[in-house]
């Protein structure tokens, strides 16, 4: 990586001064990249009659994407700050112009802060300049929204949705001079059925939704249906081509699970989503689509899950009423019950991916597997390819596995979260055009558990003979139809076997689609290869940006965040 100093050697200079921060000189630069200051300390030693003038610099820099406003300092702050220095700081009475720049401050566990460098002087039409300068580079970066609707879903988690909007982003939004329509949602799918028809959407460059993954769900559904009648795209049929959607989307988490937030961001803060919203990031972002014979199902961005997921998911919905603590007792009971269930998965393998859901390569920000993006024609060639194999292989390309599984589940990234920090499929990718379909096939309880218990640590989860992984590009699930089936022949673990009855197998699961229960085991996957973009970057190497240019702003704050 290039150090941010040799950017600033080798571009050219817009603007350098002499100005005062924190009541030492600094020499300030800035080119159509970088703003840079280092100190001056004069130390003038007098030795052999020869005055010496030293310079040692402490140097900062910030990128200019990084900026988020710059602007006249306040009158009335500059004094009160002036006042309350001590004579020893005196230069800064000198200096009675300022100008403040604020900019993004990467913290602990991939967070950002808004932080304010204020740079003094004698001379206001010199500190006017450099806000003029540095405004008209903010201005060159096309890429930052402007105008932005946001949707508030004021019962999401818990129920701060709108205090954490107007609090902690709104004002961050008004110094970016971001403009604002905000729609509180009075009821469950208001802000999707508004996305779908009424929203005039040419006004806006993007749009947030503070709330949970349920809230967000909502928005990618009516940003999805819009774009596609708008383009005139039937997004019922299985194989249609879907068109992506122009607008950005930003997450505000705001919910109780906040899942997509922290696979696109590494953190669930609202400060640093919506910083990142101003900034103007882009992550693309697949999204499945799933269908039931011709019929249109829902749209999944991270996992789609039959039998044990399914399972939890629908016995969490019938105690709802212990709030969060549902999820843990409903995935007791649903370990306990150790059902399994029977069916037909077919899958397309994703042949020319570059990734492999065992290769350890994590999706992180500028992950090139997702950048290798495959074009619609490499899909379809890859489709022809094998197609002619079909002529010798009855199965056209598709690979079928018939069996009887406890769980089948379908992510499209990691899925990590607090809790299973490698997530379902630690090397699965936000944007390569494919999911990653897990299958776990029938096992005794205690073998179950242990693969459970290795999305904890950082072992292999895939490393059992009954579970195996395949990148795929589509995959249909066909349940099969039989009559309850007993789990005698199960090699006996000592967990079952402290049983005395034995467990049947009911004959369908449910499918858990982002957490939305779908109402057919039957379905039809096809993965549609960035369809939406975010207003995020992925999950920084942090350390290793920190570490490549000392000459930074970025420093880490104390441990206590
Ligand atoms: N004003 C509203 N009143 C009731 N429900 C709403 C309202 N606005 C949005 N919703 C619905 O609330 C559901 C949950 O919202 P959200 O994801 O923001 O919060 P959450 O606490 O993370 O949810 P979950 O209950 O899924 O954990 C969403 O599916 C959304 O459709």
Redesign the pocket.
């Given at each position: 990586m290039t150090r941010l100093s040799d950017i600033m050697e080798t571009q050219g200079k817009l603007l350098y001064s002499k100005l005062f921060h924190k009541h030492r000189q600094v020499e300030v630069a800035l080119n159509c990249s970088i703003l840079s200051w280092k100190e001056i300390e004069r130390s003038r030693k007098r030795s052999s009659g020869i005055s010496n003038s030293a310079e040692t610099a402490h140097s900062h820099a910030v990128q200019v994407c990084e900026i988020v406003s710059v602007c006249k300092t306040d009158e009335q702050e500059n004094t009160k700050t002036r006042r309350s220095r001590t004579n020893a700081e005196q230069p800064s009475q000198l200096y009675p112009h300022a100008f403040t720049v604020s900019c993004v401050r990467r913290t602990r566990q991939h967070r950002w802060r808004c932080s304010d460098v204020t740079f003094h002087s004698a001379n206001q039409g010199l500190c006017e300049q450099w806000i003029q300068v540095i405004n008209e580079q903010l201005s060159l970066l096309t890429n930052r929204p402007k105008s932005l609707l946001v949707y508030i879903?004021?019962?999401?988690?818990k129920r701060h949705g709108k205090r954490i909007y107007e609090r902690k982003v709104a004002p961050l939004f008004g110094r970016a001079c971001i403009s604002t329509d905000v729609i509180v949602?009075?009821?469950?799918?208001?802000?999707r059925d508004h996305l779908k028809t009424e929203a005039n959407l040419d006004k806006y460059d993007g749009v947030v939704c503070v709330?949970?993954?349920?809230?967000f769900?909502?928005i990618l559904h009516g940003l999805i249906t819009r774009t596609q009648t708008d383009s005139g795209v039937d997004q019922k049929q299985p194989d249609a081509e879907l068109v992506p959607c122009s607008l950005h989307i930003g997450i505000i988490p705001?919910?109780?699970?906040d899942c997509i937030c922290f696979a696109t961001v590494g953190t669930n803060d609202p400060v640093t989503s919506a910083l990142h919203i101003i900034v103007g990031d882009s992550q693309p972002m697949d999204v499945c689509s799933v269908h039931h014979n011709d019929t249109f199902l829902r749209y999944s961005v991270s996992l789609l899950g039959y039998g044990f997921y399914g399972d939890v998911l629908t016995n969490s919905e019938r105690t709802r009423f212990l709030g969060p603590a549902r999820y843990d007792l409903s995935g007791l009971k649903t370990f306990l019950s150790h059902n399994y269930y029977e069916g037909t998965v077919s899958f397309l393998p994703a042949e020319n991916n570059v990734g492999d859901p065992r290769d350890k390569l994590q999706c992180r920000s500028g992950c090139p597997i997702c950048q290798h993006k495959p074009s619609s024609k490499d899909v379809q060639c890859e489709m022809s390819e094998k197609k002619e194999k079909s002529d010798e292989d009855v199965s056209g390309g598709w690979r079928a596995i018939r069996g009887r599984f406890i769980a089948i589940n379908a992510a499209s990234m990691s899925c990590a979260c607090p809790r299973s920090p490698q997530g379902l499929s630690p090397s699965a990718h936000l944007a390569d055009g494919t999911t990653d379909l897990i299958l776990v096939r029938k096992c005794s309880r205690l073998d179950f558990f242990r693969h459970l218990l290795r999305h904890t640590n950082k072992e292999d989860q895939f490393d059992h003979s009954f579970v195996e992984v395949h990148r795929v590009r589509k995959f249909r699930f066909q349940p099969q139809q039989h009559e309850l089936v007993s789990l005698e022949d199960l090699s006996v673990s000592p967990i079952s076997s402290a049983q005395t009855t034995y467990n049947y197998s009911t004959s369908h699961s449910r499918w858990s689609c982002d957490?939305e229960i779908l109402p057919h085991a039957a379905i039809q996957v096809s993965v549609q290869c960035q369809l939406i973009r975010l207003f995020a970057r992925g999950i920084e190497e942090q350390q290793q940006c920190l570490l490549e240019d000392p000459c930074t702003l970025w420093a880490l704050e104390p441990s206590t965040h």
């Open positions: 879903n004021p019962f999401g988690g949602t009075e009821r469950a799918n208001h802000a709330g949970g993954d349920g809230m769900s909502e705001a919910g109780s699970t957490g």
